[in-house]
């Protein structure tokens, strides 16, 4: 938010550097992001003087160009070559000295330099009205007042204004200082503190009058829960046309473009104000009447930015007898504004529910400062001020009369918000005693009216400007920021409670696991649970958003799969095609008309596991890469013992689960090339979508055993078994914990052979079986029995022979 330093000073006279008042709006939670400099004309006319043509002859190499000798207030006159018709001995006129920088009408600068034309020295240039921003004639030079002195800088002949603008980084909650008059309210109570005193000065509406009665415009609010307070005025016999400079200046400083003088008033009282205000044709309202209502899904409407929109059944609406004019607080209509042609107007002024008008404007993809304020929510009870305050301006720069009686309508008056502030609540948040004084000084600079103060603390009635102080922790912070945050010590000593929770809270598990893919050089990444609704779809119990930001933004993601792959295909996109991501997220669904939450543990691997070097050749990711690293994160956690089962699942070409008494604890593999297609991968995706819920769970119940580091050896013997093709590795793997549960410690596979030498459909395995007893040392006798109970088993259940 844009607030002009010179505009601040009508409310408030005060003297201060633009510097030292941002640093005190600051302080006061109203941010000062930046200072910039306003010039109503860019370069301020530095360097431009008036100067006094004392002869001008014709250019004795040049028909069109003519040699003039110029007084310009210095020892001796200069000369300027000028091809302006209308130059002429005895003018006074503008001059662009030598080393003057001047500015095209596109913001270009250049700068006057001596030179020579067509042989003739040129010392300057007289300047025609656009040449130094004061107009847009080109027709021939400026003449100026010829009781003007040569020399005199022009940037004192010409009312230039000069001003520092602030950029307030306002806050959601502060709808009351989204004005000039809000930001010298709160000016005014920092200077208070500060032992100034300043009269916070209001703008004038006593003379406001009727002066006749000749054009009247009914009202009709048909929705008063929308609109609980309309007012309206009408103003006759008004010509429009450009606004006077001291008004364009003020819009421009704050970054307006001035359109004409009715609606630079209109936008004028709203930055004053903060009360968003709307001129309509009063000749283009049929029937003369307003009717403040909603319409039927599906209305067409055209705004002011010639867009033909669809209106919601929620959206309301400004309509006369016949058909809708403007949507409320949002945006007007292309055939009901102001023209150069209009001569009678209805100004309205209203307070519009702040939460419809919000949902309005995100319908329509419409921000304009009127719904900025309006969903904020501005001051029921400067609406009719406002009003008056407008008329009075149109009609002192407009002409016309005022034709009507204030229509105001307000058939239910919010009641003031009490408060009671206890003193012992301020000390205890605060963490320092406030002098009681010092408080009720604070809250009268706020405004905020004490009506009882007894021992314990004080009853208020908040303001209704103020629509975001609604209980005594919001009082209190008003206290504390007018009082200063950098008035309130630190301890040196701090106090902290520790709290006992559980090793198995939820960051403390996620911690583990997120250390340990990190030592794998996993990565982190946190990505948006908002997705388009081309991801999910309601059908499959997405939730959707109400009021979607935007249409890739306005579903709640069922899956991780898919926020997950926007950032592999971003990162692809930008060379990074080595890719090992986690996420710890959530998915949302709506199952039965109950919403749920669930989390989600997202593993991504895509292109090499390590980078190539002269010592290491390049490995790529695969399968059987990512499923070490969930089992990893399994040893981690304590979860064994756990079933696995091939995946059929869309977004997969293929895969396994890991499930716990019929519970899917992961599911991974490789992901479909559709889904890859998607996001434009052509890269191949490796996915896990751990059930973190469930693993949740199951760390809680598992008890962790200590037990003593074995004294005896281990023995390792192998098996090279000749096995059908469709005999998996988990049969062999279960077969041996069921055959020996004592003494067997550990199965592995180190080698599958599938080539040569080998009867058609059979594969060779590779196996290695370790061995311990933990209480003596393992004679060969016993290792051969339990070698022998093995391979008979594998003989029976799989048919297996010995390599």
Same mark, same amino acid.
């Given at each position: 938010?844009?607030?002009?330093?010179?505009?601040?000073?009508?409310?408030?006279?005060?003297?201060?550097?633009?510097?030292?008042?941002?640093?005190?709006?600051?302080?006061?939670?109203?941010?000062?992001?930046?200072?910039?400099?306003?010039?109503?004309?860019?370069?301020g006319l530095r360097g431009i003087v008036v100067g006094h043509v004392l002869t001008c002859e014709p250019h004795p190499n040049a028909d069109r160009l003519k040699l003039t000798t110029v007084d310009i207030g210095q020892e001796a006159p200069v000369?300027?070559?000028?091809?302006?018709?209308?130059?002429?001995?005895?003018?006074?006129?503008?001059?662009?000295?030598?080393?003057?920088?001047?500015?095209?009408?596109?913001?270009?600068?250049w700068v006057i330099k001596k030179g020579k034309i067509r042989g003739e020295v040129s010392q300057g240039m007289i300047c025609a009205e656009d040449e130094i921003g004061l107009g847009e004639s080109h027709d021939g030079i400026m003449v100026l007042n010829e009781e003007l002195v040569p020399g005199t800088p022009c940037a004192k002949v010409f009312d230039i204004e000069n001003d520092e603008v602030f950029e307030i980084g306002l806050t959601p909650n502060r709808a009351d200082a989204m004005s000039h008059f809000g930001v010298a309210r709160d000016l005014k109570a920092g200077l208070e503190q500060k032992e100034i005193q300043k009269e916070l000065?209001?703008? =004038?509406?006593?003379?406001?009058?009727?002066?006749?009665?000749?054009?009247?415009?009914?009202?009709?609010?048909?929705?008063?829960?929308?609109?609980?307070?309309?007012?309206?005025?009408?103003?006759?016999?008004?010509?429009?046309?450009?606004?006077?400079?001291?008004?364009?200046?003020?819009?421009?400083?704050?970054?307006?473009?001035?359109?004409?003088?009715?609606?630079?008033?209109?936008?004028?009282?709203?930055?004053?104000?903060?009360?968003?205000?709307?001129?309509?044709?009063?000749?283009?309202?049929?029937?003369?009447?307003?009717?403040?209502? @909603?319409?039927? =899904?599906?209305?067409?409407?055209?705004?002011?930015?010639?867009v033909e929109r669809e209106l919601h059944e929620d959206d309301l609406m400004i309509c006369d007898a016949e058909k809708p004019m403007c949507i409320a607080g949002v945006f007007g209509g292309l055939h009901s504004g102001v023209t150069e042609h209009t001569t009678s107007i209805f100004l309205e002024s209203a307070y519009f529910d702040p939460v419809s008008?919000?949902?309005?404007?995100?319908?329509?993809?419409?921000? @304009?400062?009127? =719904?900025?304020?309006?969903?904020?929510?501005?001051?029921?009870?400067?609406?009719?001020?406002?009003?008056?305050?407008?008329?009075?301006?149109?009609?002192?720069i407009a002409g016309g009369y005022i034709t009507s009686e204030i229509v105001d309508l307000f058939p239910k008056k919010p009641q003031e918000r009490q408060v009671f502030l206890t003193f012992n609540k301020i000390n205890s948040l605060i963490g320092q005693e406030i002098p009681r004084d010092t408080i009720k000084s604070i809250l009268s600079s706020?405004?905020?009216?004490?009506?009882?103060?007894?021992?314990?603390?004080?009853?208020?009635?908040?303001?209704t400007y103020r629509v975001d102080v609604t209980r005594e922790v919001d009082v209190i912070e008003e206290i504390l920021r007018v009082y200063g945050y950098n008035n309130i010590d630190f301890k040196e000593k701090l106090n902290a409670s520790i709290a006992k929770t559980s090793r198995f809270e939820n960051y403390r598990i996620q911690d583990v696991v997120g250390n340990l893919l990190a030592s794998k050089g996993f990565y982190e990444i946190m990505t948006n649970s908002l997705?388009?609704?081309?991801?999910?779809?309601?059908?499959?119990?997405?939730?959707?958003?109400?009021?979607?930001?935007?249409?890739?933004?306005?579903?709640?993601?069922?899956?991780?799969?898919? =926020?997950?792959?926007?950032?592999?295909?971003?990162?692809h996109n930008r060379q990074k095609t080595d890719l090992k991501l986690f996420e710890f997220g959530k998915t949302y669904h709506k199952v039965d008309g109950a919403y749920q939450e669930n989390q989600h543990l997202a593993l991504f691997v895509s292109g090499d596991r390590t980078q190539s070097s002269w010592a290491v050749a390049p490995k790529k990711s695969e399968f059987f890469y990512l499923k070490g690293i969930v089992e990893n994160v399994f040893e981690r956690l304590g979860v064994r013992d756990l079933d696995t089962q091939p995946l059929g699942n869309a977004d997969f070409s293929e895969g396994i689960s890991y499930t716990k008494n019929d519970t899917v604890l992961v599911s991974l593999g490789l992901v479909s090339r559709a889904a890859l297609k998607q996001f434009d991968i052509k890269q191949e995706v490796f996915y896990a979508d751990l059930n973190w819920d469930a693993l949740l769970k199951l760390v809680s119940t598992q008890n962790v055993v200590f037990k003593e580091i074995p004294k005896f050896p281990e023995v390792t013997r192998d098996f090279a078994l000749l096995l059908d093709e469709s005999v998996s590795f988990q049969k062999v793997y279960d077969i041996a914990w069921k055959t020996e549960r004592k003494l067997l410690k550990k199965v592995n596979l180190f080698d599958v052979y599938t080539g040569n030498n080998l009867p058609e459909g059979k594969k060779s395995y590779a196996v290695s079986f370790t061995l311990m007893d933990e209480k003596k040392t393992l004679t060969d006798k016993q290792i051969d029995k339990i070698m022998g109970k093995l391979l008979a088993q594998y003989q029976k259940e799989l048919g297996a022979e010995l390599r």
């Open positions: 938010m844009k607030i002009s330093y010179n505009w601040l000073k009508q409310f408030l006279q005060i003297d201060w550097d633009a510097q030292k008042t941002g640093e005190l709006l600051t302080d006061l939670g109203l941010e000062v992001e930046g200072i910039t400099q306003f010039e109503s004309v860019k370069g000369q300027i070559v000028c091809g302006a018709p209308n130059v002429a001995a005895g003018q006074k006129v503008p001059v662009a000295t030598v080393g003057t920088t001047l500015y095209t009408k596109e913001g270009e600068a000065v209001t703008p =004038s509406v006593s003379n406001f009058s009727i002066d006749n009665r000749s054009l009247k415009v009914d009202v009709e609010v048909l929705e008063s829960d929308l609109a609980p307070r309309y007012c309206g005025v009408t103003i006759n016999n008004l010509v429009v046309q450009d606004s006077p400079d001291w008004l364009k200046n003020r819009l421009k400083a704050i970054g307006l473009a001035p359109i004409n003088n009715v609606v630079d008033v209109t936008n004028y009282v709203l930055h004053e104000l903060g009360q968003p205000l709307h001129a309509f044709d009063a000749s283009k309202i049929k029937g003369s009447k307003v009717e403040v209502k @909603t319409l039927p =899904s599906g209305t067409k409407f055209t705004t002011l930015d010639e008008i919000r949902k309005t404007a995100k319908r329509h993809g419409l921000n @304009t400062d009127a =719904s900025f304020r309006f969903e904020r929510g501005i001051d029921i009870n400067l609406t009719k001020y406002a009003l008056k305050r407008a008329a009075l301006l149109i009609r002192e706020l405004e905020i009216r004490i009506n009882n103060v007894t021992e314990s603390g004080l009853g208020l009635t908040i303001p997705v388009a609704n081309t991801m999910s779809s309601e059908e499959d119990g997405a939730v959707q958003m109400l009021n979607p930001l935007s249409s890739d933004l306005s579903v709640l993601r069922t899956s991780m799969l898919h =926020s997950g792959l926007q950032t592999v295909s971003y990162n």
